[in-house]
């Protein structure tokens, strides 16, 4: 399973937008779930793959 960097992105943005309407029930929710999948990501390594990964492409587009 790869980083789900996008998925979290998503879960972030539609909490801040929650928040914004005082929907505080999904943005508990959206955070929650942003949350586990960080964790699940750190513990399976996939965060450290897709760092290393950017990393490289880094160091590619400065040559």
């Known amino acids: 399973m ?4 996008s998925e979290r992105a998503r879960q972030i943005r539609t909490a801040a937008g929650a ?4 929907d ?8 929650a779930a942003a949350g586990r999948t960080f964790a699940e990501d750190a513990r399976s390594g996939a965060l450290a793959k897709e760092a290393r990964r950017l990393a490289a492409a880094k160091l590619t587009r400065r040559r």
């Open 24 to 31: 505080f029930s999904t943005t508990r929710r959206e955070l």
């Open 2 to 5: 790869g980083c789900r960097c």
């Open 19 to 22: 928040a914004a309407r005082g």
